[in-house]
């Protein structure tokens, strides 16, 4: 394989895939530069699309780039490339989180590839999921794909799942409280035909999936207290799957590896034919995170709450446009 079989075609279907990752509000905080002499790319953090109210840390901004940073790996292997990638590889530069270089031809024993098809078809789902249980070779397969990025995912046993719940709607009672947080949130949501069509960022109203009328899903409800005409109500499952995703420490190199392992979770979820979302509610109050952790495991930082199931799969939601995100090096 040549140095010129790279093209810039090529350079940004792989920062597209990328980009297509989830993060915190579809805020998108991510920014790609290719070095064409290294044939290799810079993952770059974009500080102005971060939460300063919800997120203050950028813990879940770094979570959201690793998630980027994954799909950019698993494009490259579907290519034909091999991505050799460090982390944070310039402690000058703390928004450079992360080096991929295209070292060669992907290697035979690299398991990324396979999961290339389930990168535009994963989309978080706001919708009531079944009450159908997940069987456990699927569980311990997805347990096993947060081991291979350096995380653990952890199903929540029934009654620690209770206590995850009652920790969401402690949350949900605090930001009701503090106006500050709901500046993120309308910052980043799109309600109207005109606002959400017109948008390549954040969560349009589409997206936000019914109004809860009964039920114990950790759905946020983008909507809050604003009219969202023509939405629908539903009866979300009574006893959701969850699983806790988590690492050993808690600095950024651990939440960009929690990043990395949880959009390869969401994507062998995805081939497995679940539906997922994602909840960090809790997490963003420092005095609950603490408690989101099973004291009977050996998890140190819960890094997200996954809810997982057989359901609706969500809608795809905007992305920006790939000239606004990538920077060739000339």
Request: aromatic fraction near 6%.
């Amino acid at each position: 394989m040549s140095a010129q079989a790279l093209d810039a075609k090529t350079v940004a279907a792989l920062v597209s895939d990328a980009a297509a990752a989830p993060s915190m509000h579809n805020a998108q905080p991510w920014k790609f530069r290719y070095l064409r002499g290294a044939r290799a790319f810079h993952v770059r953090s974009d500080p102005e699309r971060a939460m300063p109210h919800a997120d203050p840390t950028h813990r879940a901004l770094h979570i959201g780039c690793g998630a980027a940073l994954f799909n950019l790996r698993v494009s490259a292997a579907h290519v034909g490339w091999e991505p050799t990638t460090r982390l944070l590889p310039d402690p000058a530069d703390p928004e450079l989180l992360a080096l991929v270089e295209l070292a060669g031809p992907v290697l035979p024993e690299t398991d990324l590839a396979p999961l290339y098809p389930a990168i535009r078809r994963r989309h978080t789902s706001r919708y009531p999921f079944s009450d159908e249980d997940i069987p456990q070779a699927v569980q311990d397969a997805l347990c096993g794909a947060a081991l291979r990025e350096g995380a653990r995912l952890l199903f929540s046993s029934e009654w620690h799942a209770e206590t995850v719940l009652d920790l969401v709607h402690d949350a949900e009672g605090r930001d009701s409280l503090d106006p500050s947080q709901l500046e993120d949130l309308v910052r980043w949501t799109r309600i109207g035909p005109d606002t959400a069509a017109g948008s390549a960022d954040g969560i349009p109203d589409y997206a936000f999936g019914p109004r809860k009328r009964d039920g114990k899903a950790p759905v946020r409800d983008f909507a809050g207290r604003r009219a969202v005409p023509g939405r629908d109500v539903a009866t979300f499952e009574s006893k959701p799957h969850l699983a806790l995703l988590g690492t050993t420490g808690d600095r950024p190199e651990d939440w960009l590896k929690a990043g990395q392992a949880m959009e390869r979770v969401l994507l062998e979820a995805t081939l497995d034919g679940l539906a997922t979302s994602l909840t960090s509610h809790a997490l963003e109050w420092p005095e609950l995170r603490w408690a989101v952790r099973d004291p009977q495991s050996a998890m140190g930082f819960v890094q997200m709450v996954l809810r997982l199931g057989y359901g609706k799969q969500g809608p795809g939601t905007p992305r920006r446009p790939v000239e606004d995100v990538l920077d060739i090096e000339p």
